[in-house]
């Protein structure tokens, strides 16, 4: 039986060589898309997501040498950020100030917040945005007496609110999750490092498939790259990997490959809609205001999607009895 | 009360009245190239501020045919919200921001001691009585006193905020200032969505992402009439807006 911490590190290092591995194909790509094979602008693309990856990876493995409210606060950072990419590109009117404030000031930090006090506080973070946020919100821009285009810039800003700050705590919120024989810090963290490595697996191996089956394009005017075969593959492939790691979760072999199927799906989703979204709204990337990088909600649309599925489906399936 | 003293210091606030007086006078016999007292460096709470404001205003910087330099210049921007300045200085890189001090407001900008605080000690700027303009205390003459030969201004033209979406006409004010000293580069700048940070009549900014576009450089032509160099810098704004919104 190998201790919760090496386990831990033995996953971190798994990440770290999915992510060397990754950072070569995009190399290889690089070069192959000089010759005008590939489309560049779908490598630098992939280029960019691997090299927010290893971001995201390190700044994760280095804050569970903290307590877990370092990790927290983490994806509370994340989470305003993209928080802020969103609404900057939603045209909102002035009446939307004061629930905008609200909006940054307090309920995101609220979330994170009680996310990080942990899970005997599940019961309100839960219900925090979907309740008491989406009710707040239109109230407050009812009362600012703007009455124009009202269902749809409240619409607009829950949505922003939904999937930027709800779905991406339900991330760190993965560490409260009790479960039998889980009671190490270690292992907590270790379910949260499964989780982003299935997520960052999902995105290699959607692009490795587009490119060696892609050919049934699901809606070309969102994202002519993104193609049934690649949805298949990289759930294949993922599903196949997670089975493989089944040690560093609390599920049996067949189960860890089933959630990471699931993982694939959603995040494949998550870019998906998001995407639809950009198209939209006439723009390659939310951090468009930002010159010349994607935004940082480009890079994390995935997780947003993929992390509440996750956590429900573990503890619902697991049976996962909070604190 | 006398502007012309107080703006020549570059410190507007209340000084006691022989104070004032005695700076004023010697701001009239002394050569002018002193008046604005450059700036050493800005000290930690100007370089902490600065960050601050490019963190909540999330800006990205663009210069477009254009390199920031310390050369003497007016910047010139559209006009949406009492952030700007603030946001237009802290955009300009370090040994740039030291030299260049945004006209703003007096009336906004000495409301409440926060305020008054940063207009003075942060960003030095150079506030504006805009209710008791009058011939011998003209605006333009501050200005040109207070930059000396070494100092660089913010201005924004159109006077006043406007929010919607066409720029308005620009006040001839950026016309005198360079007929009266044609060597100075003008820059425009187009500021982009400001005014969703800090909407007119709100106190809290909300942290959205904002851009700042810089232009190429221009000059008021030899004998250029004021309406047709007005419309020129007009449309070097509108020029970088269209170019923002393109991409």
């Known amino acids: 039986m190998i201790d919760p911490i090496t386990r831990t590190w033995l996953l971190v290092g798994g990440v770290l060589a999915v992510l060397a591995a990754a950072t070569g194909v995009g190399q290889y790509l690089r070069v ?4 005008g094979e590939l489309n560049p602008s779908v490598v630098s693309d992939f280029n960019l997501r691997i090299r927010a990856w290893w971001l995201i990876s390190s700044v994760l493995a280095i804050a569970f040498l903290f307590p877990q409210w370092v990790t927290v606060l983490v994806f509370g950072l994340i989470s305003f950020w993209a928080l802020r990419e969103f609404i900057s590109l939603t045209p909102t009117r002035l009446g939307d100030h004061r629930a905008l404030n609200w909006l940054f000031y307090f309920i995101t930090p609220l979330q994170f917040f009680l996310v990080g006090l942990g899970s005997q506080f599940y019961d ?39 999937v930027c700050v709800y779905c991406l705590s339900y991330a760190p919120a993965l560490m409260s999750l009790k479960i039998e024989g889980y009671q190490d810090s270690w292992d907590r963290a270790r379910l949260l490092f499964f989780f982003v490595l299935i997520a960052q697996l999902s995105e290699l191996t959607e692009y490795l498939w587009q490119r ?93 999607f993929a992390a509440p599925v996750f956590f429900h489906f573990t503890r619902f399936i697991i049976g996962a009895n909070l604190l | 009360m006398s502007d012309g003293g107080t703006a020549t210091t570059g410190r507007p606030e209340d000084r006691p009245l022989a104070n004032r007086h005695r700076r004023r006078v010697r701001a009239e016999s002394d050569p002018p190239q002193e008046p604005s007292r450059p700036r050493e460096s800005l000290g930690l709470t100007a370089n902490f501020l600065a ?23 007016i910047y010139f921007a559209n006009h949406t919200s009492h952030l700007d300045p603030l946001v237009l ?81 620009f006040k001839s004010g950026l016309f005198h200032l360079c007929r009266k000293r044609p060597d100075l580069e003008l820059i425009p700048v187009y500021i982009n969505n400001v005014n969703r940070v800090l909407p007119r009549g709100e106190f809290l900014p909300v ?41």
């Open chain 1, 32 to 35: 192959r898309s000089r010759t």
């Open chain 1, 124 to 162: 309100l973070y839960s219900v925090l945005i979907p309740v008491y946020a989406f009710l707040f919100i239109p109230i407050r821009i009812a009362f600012s007496g703007d009455a124009k285009r009202f269902l749809e810039r409240s619409a607009k800003i829950q949505f922003g609110l939904m």
């Open chain 1, 212 to 304: 060696l089956a892609g050919r049934r394009i699901i809606a070309p005017l969102i994202n002519p790259n993104r193609t049934w075969e690649s949805l298949i593959g990289s759930m294949g492939s993922c599903s196949l990997v997670g089975g493989a790691l089944y040690w560093a979760t609390p599920f049996p072999a067949w189960m860890a490959a089933g959630l990471s199927a699931v993982i694939a799906m959603m995040g494949f989703a998550g870019a998906m809609t998001m995407s639809t979204i950009k198209r939209d709204r006439g723009v390659s990337d939310y951090g468009t205001l930002v010159t010349g990088h994607g935004g940082v909600l480009d890079r994390i649309d995935s997780i947003c």
């Open chain 2, 51 to 73: 960050g601050f404001a490019r963190f909540i205003s999330g800006s990205s910087v663009r210069w477009i045919d254009s390199q920031p330099d310390t050369a003497q210049r």
């Open chain 2, 89 to 169: 200085w802290a955009a300009l890189p370090r040994e740039v921001r030291l030299i260049t001090r945004p006209v703003a407001a007096r009336d906004y900008w000495i409301k409440s001691r926060l305020r008054r605080y940063l207009a003075e000690e942060v960003f030095d700027a150079l506030l504006i009585d805009r209710d008791n303009i009058r011939v011998h205390n003209s605006p333009i003459k501050i200005m040109l006193d207070a930059i000396g030969t070494h100092s660089s201004l913010i201005v924004f033209p159109e006077g006043h905020r406007n929010t919607a979406d066409e720029l308005d006409e």
């Open chain 2, 207 to 247: 942290p959205l992402l904002t851009s700042i576009t810089f232009g190429p450089p221009m000059w008021l032509e030899n004998k250029e009439p004021k309406p047709q160099f007005l419309k020129r810098a007009r449309d070097a704004v509108i020029r970088l807006r269209e170019i923002t919104r393109n991409e």
